[in-house]
């Protein structure tokens, strides 16, 4: 149980152009979900949190009208990477929380690739 | 300021022997402390929580340990086996997680 899966896994774009990653909660439903950035060697960073159904609240420093998140439903979330430039290239991660969890819960997706020429 | 620090960036050992790696952390108060292992281009797979009223958890090979007048915790791996290889992130857990930058094992048969 508690699987969550995002697509694409991976993405190569020109730069100039939006991308649209999907996390989706795939066997629980998740009222929070979270989207992680992670650069080669570094740590997973917050980029913002999205609540089913209310605005993503963002971390300090990330661009919100850069980074558009869009939850939806309680099974997927979606983070848009609009006019993206080669320096948005990343990882991007999300994990969901279903409704019972506590703050230390958080269940990982598989990542998403972004490569921007 | 606020830092989790883990410790060099890749730790070699012998299959067989006992990996030991290190979080520490500095101006945070942790309600918990996690580890997880990531993959080359996976997302992070939970392995143990461990409370910070909790001095030891345990599960299969793995041993953590959590000592927050130190503020440190470490992450044991018993009978490394080449398929342990992998980075290990350590992540705080205030109303959100806040990771290390992981430390890269490689066990050598």
């Known amino acids: 149980g508690a699987v969550v899966s995002q697509h694409p896994s991976w993405v190569i774009c020109k730069s100039g152009t939006s991308v649209k990653i999907e996390c989706r909660s795939l066997?629980?439903?998740?009222?929070?979900m979270f989207w992680y950035r992670q650069f080669p060697k570094q740590s997973l960073m917050l980029m913002a949190t999205?609540?089913?159904?209310?605005?993503?609240?963002?971390e300090q420093g990330v661009e919100k009208d850069k980074f558009l998140i869009n939850h939806a439903s309680l099974t997927l979330s979606t983070l848009t990477v609009t006019s993206a430039h080669p320096e948005d290239s990343s990882f991007y991660i999300c994990?969901?929380?279903?409704?019972?969890?506590?703050?230390?819960?958080?269940?990982f997706g598989p990542g998403t690739r972004l490569l921007v020429l | 300021s606020q830092k989790i620090e883990q410790n060099s960036e890749a730790l070699n050992i012998q299959e067989g022997k006992t990996a030991t790696l290190t979080c520490n952390y500095t101006n945070y108060s942790p309600a918990y402390l996690q580890w997880y292992r990531q993959d080359p281009g996976r997302g992070p797979v939970f392995l143990l929580l461990i409370r910070e009223n909790e001095k030891e958890k345990r599960k299969e090979r793995l041993k953590v340990t959590f000592d927050t007048t130190l503020k440190q915790s470490l992450f044991h791996i018993t009978a490394s086996q080449p398929a342990d290889s992998a980075t290990y992130l350590c992540?705080?857990?205030?109303?959100?997680?806040?990771f290390g930058a992981g430390t890269r094992l490689a066990v050598h048969p």
């Open positions: 999205s609540n089913e159904g209310s605005k993503a609240t963002y």
């Open positions: 992540a705080l857990v205030s109303w959100k997680l806040i």
């Open positions: 994990s969901a929380r279903p409704p019972q969890g506590g703050d230390e819960t958080q269940y």
């Open positions: 066997d629980f439903q998740a009222t929070t």
